[in-house]
């Protein structure tokens, strides 16, 4: 079956660092997307691991552990705005080629708070 | 940029009436869109994937003479939900993949349809 499992809300103060993990469980694994999404707003990319170890980009991180079937958004220097709900997503890739479909998880709701 | 537009922004019908949403690549060809429905304070579901010039292929558990789906062009999909109940009220977002895109090929998303059935 398929199981992507996020912590469903979060809080934390404005400035901190915060881990969002997410653990998943696909018949297949050609990458693992982060997204952000405010509320009744379409998602926003915020970044791809396919490969194991961490990607960084300003403010946010990404890593990845394949084996384990694990991965963390790492957000930084926390701002008001960060407040919204963060999807982990796994495009799923079948023996022989890969399709372009996304498996979502439940979504984190991050609140930061002053 | 990758623009993906989806009209309208939002609905009211009354319950057996059919409702189509549009969704469309602005400044780029899609190869692929996708259908989303999410729930209140639920993730997206994938309804189905729908390639140019061929029949989407539709989720299990998604009815597909309900939930119709034409990508008559490289930047046009339509979604209709025909005959809608109160209980397809929901958040439907579609999103689309970029031909030639970065080597990721992440989806970009429209900014999504509220539809209220009563």
């Known amino acids: 079956g398929q199981n992507i499992d996020q912590p469903t809300e979060m809080t934390a103060t404005e400035g901190a660092i915060v881990q969002i993990n997410c653990t998943y469980q696909t018949s297949g694994f050609n990458g693992l997307f982060w997204y952000q999404q405010h509320a009744g707003e379409a998602p926003t990319f915020l970044s791809y691991n396919v490969l194991d170890g961490l990607e960084e980009k300003g403010r946010f991180s990404s890593f990845l552990s394949r084996s384990k079937g694990y991965s963390y958004l790492l957000l930084k220097e926390l701002q008001m705005k960060d407040s919204a709900s963060y999807l982990c997503a796994v495009r799923e890739g079948f023996y022989g080629g890969a399709t372009n479909k996304l498996i979502f998880g439940t979504g984190t709701l991050l609140a930061v708070q002053p | 940029g990758a623009v993906v537009s989806q009209h309208p922004s939002w609905v009211i019908c009354k319950s057996g009436t059919s409702v189509k949403i549009e969704c469309r690549s602005l400044?780029?060809?899609?190869?692929?869109m996708f259908w989303y429905r999410q729930f209140p304070k639920q993730s997206l579901m994938l309804m189905a994937t729908?390639?140019?010039?061929?029949?989407?292929?539709?989720e299990q558990g998604v009815e597909k003479d309900k939930f119709l789906i034409n990508h008559a062009s490289l930047t046009l999909s339509t979604l209709t939900v025909t005959s809608a109940h109160p209980e397809d009220s929901s958040f439907y977002i579609c999103?689309?993949?970029?031909?030639?895109?970065?080597?990721?090929?992440?989806?970009?998303f429209g900014p999504g349809t509220r539809l209220t059935v009563l």
């Open positions: 400044d780029f060809q899609a190869t692929t």
């Open positions: 729908s390639n140019e010039g061929s029949k989407a292929t539709y």
């Open positions: 999103s689309a993949t970029k031909r030639g895109g970065l080597s990721y090929n992440e989806q970009f």
